[in-house]
C-alpha cells in the first residue's frame, strides 16, 4: 500500500492548494512516485455571483464535488459518502508510492470541515500535517491555535499527526487578501527561526516539516485573471494574458499627483471620465512603464479623440478594461479577490511549486524519499532540479552578451538569486537598469553588469595574437570587437569567465562562429555537435545532433553518439544509445543505414562500455512491445535514452515534431566538443529556457574544468 499524507488547513487562506502542489513537486525532485489526490471538490471564491464554479488543479478526476457531500449528510448517509471516497481514492493511488491528500478548507458556509477532515484522514490510514499561516498571531498565539486545531485528530501525540508546514510567513493583513491596495509595509519582523523554535515543534512526534515566507510575486494574479473576475469589459486586450497586477491605484486625484502611482505591475482604477488620468497613464506607458492594466469605473470609455490619441500606447499592450459599478464598488470587489491560482496560469504554478518546494524540510524529504517502496524514471521536475543543484555546486560564472534583452535580464537575475549561477550581462549599464526598473525586475546585488565600451580596447591585442595567421589587423579587430559576442567570446578564451550563453538575439551562426574561430574544439573531439534534453511526462530523453552537423559522415556519426552518451551520463542519466534509421536490423537497405551501421561498429570499438544499437527505427527504440518484434535480443531497442539522428534534417525535424505535438519542455541545444562551454538560444526562448541553459553551460563548465 502506498503511503498516504492529508494536508489540512488551520484556518482559512493558508494556501493549501499551493503547498500541496508544491510538497509534490519537491518529491517529484526527489523521484518519488507521488500523487495528489482531492476528495472533495470545493467552489472558487473568484466568483462575483453565486454560480457553480468549480476550479481544481490537482491530478485527478474523481473528487466527490461538495454539494453532493452535503446532500448526503443531511440525509444522513455520511458512511455512503466515505465508502465513495474510499473507492475513489483506491482508483487513483494504485498507480503512485505516496500520495499527497488535500483537505477541505473551513469557510464561514462550511465550518464542518474539520470533522470532514479528521474522517477522512482515518478512512484512509493517512499521516496528518497541519497547513498553518501565522496571520497576526505572535509565536505563543500561533502555537496555542495550532494546539487546538490538533486536538481534532488526537492531538500533538498522535503519531499519524507528523507535523506542521507553516506557509505565508510575515503576509500582509488577512482581510488584503494579498492583493495590495497601495504600497504595503510589512508590519512583522519576525523570522523562520521564531517559528522553528516554538516548543509545540521539541514533541517527538511533531515535527516543523517547512516554513514559507511571504512572496508577493507568487500571488500576483494575471490581468485576464481579474478581468474574468470582474466580468469586465475589455476595450485593449493589449498584453491582458501575461502581465500581472502586484498592487492597485485608486486614482481621483490630478495628473500632476498622479506620477508617483505609475509604476510596473500597478493596476490603475480610475473613473472612466477622467480623461486626464487615462491620457497620464498611456503617456506613461508609452515611455516604458509598463503598468499592469487600467481599469475604467461607471461604465464610463473614453470617447473616440481620447482612443486615437491613446493609440500608441495601446500598441505597448497595456490593457484597458471597463467596470459599471463605482471606484468604491469596485474596491470593494477587488478587495475580495481571492489569489488563488487557475488551472490555465502554468508560469505560476511552476513558480508557486519551485519556492515552495525549495522551503520545505530537505531532510523530511530525504527521509520521505528512502521510504519509497519504487523510484520513478529521471522525471522532468527530477532533472531541473538536478539541473539547478549540480549548477549552484559548481558556482560558475556565465557572460551574457545580450545584456539588453529584457529575457536575458530576467533570467540573469533568477539565477543571481537562486545561486543558480554567477552572471555577467554585457551592455550598456544605465539601459539595463532602465528596462530592469520599467519591466519590475529587481536586479541582485551579486549580479554583474559590464559596459563593453570600457573593456572592448583590452582585447584588440589578444584577438589579433589568436588570429594573426589569418593575417587579422588592428582596425578590423577593433570592428569585430563591437559584436558584444565576439567580445564575451574572447573573455571566455582568456579564463576571465566559465561559460557564454547568447542566441536570444543572434543567430546560432553568430553565436557558434566566434566560439569555433577563437575557441576551437577540444583535443579529444573532431567535431561539434548539439544534443536536446527532451522532458517527457515520466522520462528525460537525449536527441543528437538536432543544429550543428548537416550530413555527418560515419566517423561523424560516432563521435555525436560518443559525444551523446557522455553529455548524458554527466547530467545523471543512463546513456542507452539508438542509433537511429528508417531500418532496424536488416529490415532495409541503402547507403544511409549502411552509414548507420558503420557508425554503431565504430562507436563499440572506440568505446565498449557505452551500450549501443542500430540501425534502430524509432518505435523500435523507444516502445518495448515493439522491440519485442523488431528487435528482441538489442540492449537498447524499447529502452533508449539517448537517440543518434544519421542527419540534420531527421534529427530537427524530429525533435520539434515530438516536441510540439506533445506540448513537452526541450532544453538545448546543448553544445558538445567545445574546448570551453558556449550555448545557444532559440529566439523565441523563453526565461526558464534561458535560466536551464545557463545551467547547463555551468555545469559543463565544471566538467571540463574536472577532466
Same mark, same amino acid.
Given at each position: 500500500?502506498?503511503?498516504?499524507?492529508?494536508?489540512?488547513?488551520?484556518?482559512?487562506?493558508?494556501?493549501?492548494?499551493?503547498?500541496?502542489?508544491?510538497?509534490?513537486?519537491?518529491?517529484?525532485?526527489?523521484?518519488?512516485?507521488?500523487?495528489?489526490?482531492?476528495?472533495?471538490?470545493?467552489?472558487?471564491?473568484?466568483?462575483?455571483?453565486?454560480?457553480?464554479?468549480?476550479?481544481?488543479?490537482?491530478?485527478?478526476?474523481?473528487?466527490?464535488?461538495?454539494?453532493?457531500?452535503?446532500?448526503?449528510?443531511?440525509?444522513?448517509?455520511?458512511?455512503?459518502?466515505?465508502?465513495?471516497?474510499?473507492?475513489?481514492?483506491?482508483?487513483?493511488?494504485?498507480?503512485?508510492?505516496?500520495?499527497?491528500?488535500?483537505?477541505?478548507?473551513?469557510?464561514?458556509?462550511?465550518?464542518?470541515?474539520?470533522?470532514?477532515?479528521?474522517?477522512?484522514?482515518?478512512?484512509?490510514?493517512?499521516?496528518?500535517?497541519?497547513?498553518?499561516?501565522?496571520?497576526?498571531?505572535?509565536?505563543?498565539?500561533?502555537?496555542?491555535?495550532?494546539?487546538?486545531?490538533?486536538?481534532?485528530?488526537?492531538?500533538?501525540?498522535?503519531?499519524?499527526?507528523?507535523?506542521?508546514?507553516?506557509?505565508?510567513?510575515?503576509?500582509?493583513?488577512?482581510?488584503?487578501?494579498?492583493?495590495?491596495?497601495?504600497?504595503?509595509?510589512?508590519?512583522?519582523?519576525?523570522?523562520?527561526?521564531?517559528?522553528?523554535?516554538?516548543?509545540?515543534?521539541?514533541?517527538?512526534?511533531?515535527?516543523?516539516?517547512?516554513?514559507?515566507?511571504?512572496?508577493?510575486?507568487?500571488?500576483?494574479?494575471?490581468?485576464?485573471?481579474?478581468?474574468?473576475?470582474?466580468?469586465?469589459?475589455?476595450?485593449?486586450?493589449?498584453?491582458?494574458?501575461?502581465?500581472?497586477?502586484?498592487?492597485?491605484?485608486?486614482?481621483?486625484?490630478?495628473?500632476?499627483?498622479?506620477?508617483?502611482?505609475?509604476?510596473?505591475?500597478?493596476?490603475?482604477?480610475?473613473?472612466?471620465?477622467?480623461?486626464?488620468?487615462?491620457?497620464?497613464?498611456?503617456?506613461?506607458?508609452?515611455?516604458?512603464?509598463?503598468?499592469?492594466?487600467?481599469?475604467?469605473?461607471?461604465?464610463?470609455?473614453?470617447?473616440?479623440?481620447?482612443?486615437?490619441?491613446?493609440?500608441?500606447?495601446?500598441?505597448?499592450?497595456?490593457?484597458?478594461?471597463?467596470?459599471?459599478?463605482?471606484?468604491?464598488?469596485?474596491?470593494?470587489?477587488?478587495?475580495?479577490?481571492?489569489?488563488?491560482?487557475?488551472?490555465?496560469?502554468?508560469?505560476?504554478?511552476?513558480?508557486?511549486?519551485?519556492?515552495?518546494?525549495?522551503?520545505?524540510?530537505?531532510?523530511?524529504?530525504?527521509?520521505?524519499?528512502?521510504?519509497?517502496?519504487?523510484?520513478?524514471?529521471?522525471?522532468?521536475?527530477?532533472?531541473?532540479?538536478?539541473?539547478?543543484?549540480?549548477?549552484?555546486?559548481?558556482?560558475?560564472?556565465?557572460?551574457?552578451?545580450?545584456?539588453?534583452?529584457?529575457?536575458?535580464?530576467?533570467?540573469?537575475?533568477?539565477?543571481?538569486?537562486?545561486?543558480?549561477?554567477?552572471?555577467?550581462?554585457?551592455?550598456?549599464?544605465?539601459?539595463?537598469?532602465?528596462?530592469?526598473?520599467?519591466?519590475?525586475?529587481?536586479?541582485?546585488?551579486?549580479?554583474?553588469?559590464?559596459?563593453?565600451?570600457?573593456?572592448?580596447?583590452?582585447?584588440?591585442?589578444?584577438?589579433?595574437?589568436?588570429?594573426?595567421?589569418?593575417?587579422?589587423?588592428?582596425?578590423?579587430?577593433?570592428?569585430?570587437?563591437?559584436?558584444?559576442?565576439?567580445?564575451?567570446?574572447?573573455?571566455?578564451?582568456?579564463?576571465?569567465?566559465?561559460?557564454?550563453?547568447?542566441?536570444?538575439?543572434?543567430?546560432?551562426?553568430?553565436?557558434?562562429?566566434?566560439?569555433?574561430?577563437?575557441? /576551437?574544439?577540444?583535443?579529444? !573531439?573532431?567535431?561539434?555537435? $548539439? *544534443?536536446?534534453? @527532451? %522532458?517527457?511526462?515520466?522520462?528525460?530523453? &537525449?536527441?543528437?545532433?538536432?543544429?550543428?552537423?548537416?550530413?555527418?559522415?560515419?566517423?561523424?556519426?560516432?563521435?555525436?553518439?560518443?559525444?551523446?552518451?557522455?553529455?548524458?551520463?554527466?547530467?545523471?542519466?543512463?546513456?542507452?544509445?539508438?542509433?537511429?534509421?528508417?531500418?532496424?536490423?536488416?529490415?532495409?537497405?541503402?547507403?544511409?543505414?549502411?552509414?548507420?551501421?558503420?557508425?554503431?561498429?565504430?562507436?563499440?570499438?572506440?568505446?565498449?562500455?557505452?551500450?549501443?544499437?542500430?540501425?534502430?527505427?524509432?518505435?523500435?527504440?523507444?516502445?518495448?512491445?515493439?522491440?519485442?518484434?523488431?528487435?528482441?535480443?538489442?540492449?537498447?531497442?524499447?529502452?533508449?535514452?539517448?537517440?543518434?539522428?544519421?542527419?540534420?534534417?531527421?534529427?530537427?525535424?524530429?525533435? /520539434?515534431?515530438?516536441?510540439? !505535438?506533445?506540448?513537452?519542455? $526541450? *532544453?538545448?541545444? @546543448? %553544445?558538445?566538443?567545445?574546448?570551453?562551454? &558556449?550555448?545557444?538560444?532559440?529566439?523565441?526562448?523563453?526565461?526558464?529556457?534561458?535560466?536551464?541553459?545557463?545551467?547547463?553551460?555551468?555545469?559543463?563548465?565544471?566538467?571540463?574544468?574536472?577532466?
Amino acid at each position: 500500500m502506498s503511503r498516504r499524507i492529508m494536508l489540512i488547513p488551520v484556518g482559512f487562506g493558508v494556501g493549501l492548494t499551493s503547498v500541496a502542489l508544491g510538497l509534490m513537486h519537491a518529491c517529484q525532485q526527489k523521484g518519488i512516485k507521488v500523487g495528489h489526490f482531492k476528495p472533495i471538490s470545493q467552489p472558487s471564491r473568484n466568483i462575483l455571483q453565486n454560480k457553480n464554479h468549480v476550479v481544481s488543479l490537482s491530478q485527478n478526476t474523481s473528487s466527490i464535488p461538495l454539494s453532493y457531500v452535503e446532500e448526503q449528510m443531511g440525509e444522513g448517509h455520511h458512511d455512503v459518502v466515505l465508502e465513495q471516497l474510499v473507492a475513489n481514492f483506491d482508483r487513483f493511488s494504485k498507480d503512485y508510492d505516496l500520495t499527497i491528500i488535500e483537505g477541505l478548507i473551513p469557510t464561514t458556509r462550511q465550518p464542518y470541515a474539520g470533522r470532514i477532515n479528521r474522517d477522512v484522514a482515518q478512512t484512509l490510514s493517512a499521516d496528518i500535517i497541519l497547513v498553518a499561516s501565522p496571520d497576526n498571531d505572535s509565536p505563543e498565539e500561533f502555537e496555542d491555535r495550532i494546539e487546538m486545531s490538533a486536538g481534532t485528530f488526537g492531538g500533538i501525540k498522535n503519531k499519524k499527526l507528523i507535523g506542521c508546514i507553516i506557509n505565508k510567513i510575515n503576509s500582509p493583513d488577512k482581510d488584503e487578501f494579498g492583493l495590495l491596495p497601495r504600497e504595503h509595509e510589512f508590519t512583522h519582523d519576525t523570522n523562520s527561526v521564531d517559528w522553528q523554535n516554538l516548543a509545540i515543534f521539541n514533541a517527538r512526534n511533531f515535527d516543523l516539516l517547512g516554513s514559507i515566507p511571504w512572496e508577493m510575486d507568487l500571488i500576483a494574479p494575471r490581468v485576464i485573471d481579474i478581468c474574468d473576475y470582474l466580468e469586465a469589459k475589455v476595450i485593449n486586450a493589449g498584453d491582458i494574458d501575461h502581465r500581472r497586477v502586484r498592487s492597485i491605484s485608486f486614482c481621483a486625484r490630478s495628473a500632476e499627483n498622479l506620477m508617483s502611482h505609475l509604476q510596473p505591475s500597478r493596476l490603475i482604477v480610475t473613473p472612466g471620465d477622467r480623461t486626464d488620468i487615462i491620457i497620464a497613464t498611456c503617456l506613461s506607458a508609452m515611455n516604458g512603464t509598463k503598468v499592469a492594466a487600467l481599469l475604467l469605473t461607471n461604465g464610463y470609455q473614453p470617447n473616440e479623440q481620447v482612443m486615437q490619441l491613446c493609440k500608441q500606447a495601446f500598441l505597448t499592450g497595456l490593457p484597458v478594461l471597463s467596470v459599471p459599478w463605482d471606484t468604491w464598488q469596485t474596491s470593494r470587489y477587488l478587495m475580495n479577490f481571492n489569489p488563488e491560482i487557475p488551472q490555465d496560469d502554468c508560469q505560476r504554478q511552476d513558480r508557486v511549486k519551485q519556492y515552495i518546494a525549495d522551503n520545505i524540510s530537505p531532510q523530511w524529504l530525504t527521509e520521505l524519499s528512502n521510504q519509497a517502496t519504487e523510484l520513478e524514471k529521471f522525471s522532468p521536475p527530477a532533472f531541473r532540479h538536478k539541473l539547478t543543484e549540480l549548477a549552484k555546486s559548481a558556482n560558475k560564472l556565465i557572460i551574457l552578451p545580450e545584456g539588453t534583452d529584457v529575457r536575458t535580464i530576467k533570467a540573469a537575475a533568477i539565477c543571481v538569486e537562486r545561486n543558480i549561477a554567477r552572471c555577467q550581462l554585457l551592455g550598456n549599464k544605465d539601459t539595463i537598469r532602465t528596462i530592469a526598473e520599467q519591466q519590475g525586475i529587481m536586479l541582485p546585488p551579486g549580479l554583474l553588469i559590464t559596459d563593453p565600451n570600457t573593456i572592448k580596447d583590452n582585447y584588440v591585442a589578444p584577438l589579433m595574437e589568436l588570429r594573426k595567421h589569418k593575417g587579422l589587423t588592428e582596425v578590423v579587430a577593433k570592428q569585430e570587437l563591437n559584436d558584444n559576442v565576439v567580445l564575451a567570446t574572447m573573455m571566455l578564451q582568456l579564463g576571465q569567465v566559465d561559460g557564454l550563453v547568447s542566441g536570444a538575439v543572434n543567430t546560432t551562426a553568430n553565436t557558434i562562429r566566434p566560439a569555433l574561430q577563437l575557441i /576551437k574544439t577540444a583535443p579529444n !573531439s573532431n567535431l561539434v555537435s $548539439s *544534443i536536446f534534453f @527532451m %522532458l517527457l511526462p515520466d522520462q528525460v530523453l &537525449v536527441y543528437g545532433d538536432c543544429a550543428i552537423n548537416p550530413e555527418p559522415n560515419a566517423e561523424q556519426l560516432a563521435d555525436i553518439a560518443i559525444q551523446s552518451a557522455d553529455s548524458a551520463k554527466s547530467f545523471g542519466i543512463d546513456p542507452k544509445v539508438a542509433m537511429i534509421s528508417y531500418s532496424t536490423g536488416n529490415s532495409g537497405k541503402g547507403a544511409d543505414v549502411e552509414k548507420v551501421i558503420k557508425a554503431t561498429a565504430l562507436v563499440k570499438e572506440r568505446r565498449p562500455d557505452i551500450i549501443v544499437d542500430g540501425p534502430l527505427q524509432y518505435d523500435a527504440a523507444i516502445m518495448e512491445n515493439v522491440a519485442k518484434k523488431k528487435a528482441p535480443n538489442s540492449p537498447v531497442a524499447g529502452k533508449a535514452t539517448v537517440f543518434v539522428f544519421p542527419d540534420l534534417n531527421t534529427g530537427n525535424t524530429t525533435y /520539434k515534431a515530438v516536441q510540439r !505535438s506533445a506540448d513537452l519542455v $526541450s *532544453i538545448g541545444p @546543448m %553544445l558538445q566538443g567545445m574546448k570551453k562551454p &558556449v550555448n545557444d538560444l532559440s529566439r523565441g526562448a523563453l526565461v526558464d529556457d534561458i535560466v536551464y541553459t545557463i545551467a547547463l553551460t555551468a555545469i559543463q563548465a565544471n566538467n571540463i574544468n574536472s577532466e
